[in-house]
């Protein structure tokens, strides 16, 4: 199975919140996990990513919790801010990233 | 820092018309990408290349074709354009191995009437 799912479709966060936007996969041959961030009018562009070997990866206010028995990962955004409103898509890649299968996507709208 | 640039951010066309969108990259990578973006359904990958004149399908080919003549432009080609290809295009290039980092381009809204 190719697919990666994302939850939820929306997110509406209070400034100074924790943002937390969930994905699950199936395939087991996945190998690197980004997440990126889309504003309106421009293209995706990588906020942070993971390998399976490794549990957890902050960067900043931005962290990937990674769950290899459940196969499940997570986006935190700590202390959320409105510049953070962004539509957010967690991905899986194999075969030296030509293969990216992308999540739904997740709105974040974070209340000033 | 990496540019990738397509030719037109908003195109509207009619119902059986051939349409070219054209995607430019600055930093010399070897791969290259198409996806499309619909809401609900995040982005898909339409076709791929690797190498000049090397394509390989993605997940949706179908009506769709691909152009990579030089390293640094990849064209999508929608042969005689129909109205569920109405949808953002988005380019995408990365380099071989390394981070698998894909650096998209700002998109085309396409529409097919």
């Known amino acids: 199975q190719q697919q990666v799912k994302q939850s939820p479709q929306s997110l509406i966060v209070q400034k100074g919140g924790i943002s937390i936007i969930n994905c699950a996969y199936e395939n087991t041959a996945f190998d690197y996990f980004p997440w990126y961030q889309q504003f309106p009018g421009k293209g995706p562009a990588l906020l942070i990513a993971i390998r399976p070997d490794v549990s957890e990866k902050k960067e900043g206010r931005f962290t990937i919790s990674f769950n290899k028995s459940a196969k499940q990962f997570s986006l935190h955004i700590m202390d959320s801010q409105p510049g953070d409103s962004a539509t957010y898509f967690c991905a899986a890649s194999i075969g030296g990233g030509f293969k990216t299968i992308f999540g739904a996507g997740t709105r974040l709208f974070v209340k000033a | 820092d990496v540019k990738v640039t397509q030719s037109s951010r908003y195109l509207v066309k009619r119902t059986g018309e051939k349409v070219f969108l054209e995607c430019v990259q600055d930093m010399d990578h070897e791969n290259m990408f198409w996806y499309r973006q619909d809401p609900g359904l995040g982005l898909r990958l339409i076709y791929f290349s690797y190498d000049v004149k090397m394509k390989e399908k993605g997940d949706i080919p179908e009506g769709y074709s691909v152009s990579r003549e030089k390293k640094e432009r990849f064209s999508l080609i929608l042969e005689s354009a129909s109205t569920n290809q109405t949808s953002m295009y988005l380019c995408?290039?990365?380099?071989?191995?390394?981070?698998?980092?894909?650096?998209f381009g700002p998109g085309t809204r396409l529409t097919v009437t």
């Open positions: 995408a290039s990365s380099i071989p191995g390394g981070s698998y980092e894909q650096y």
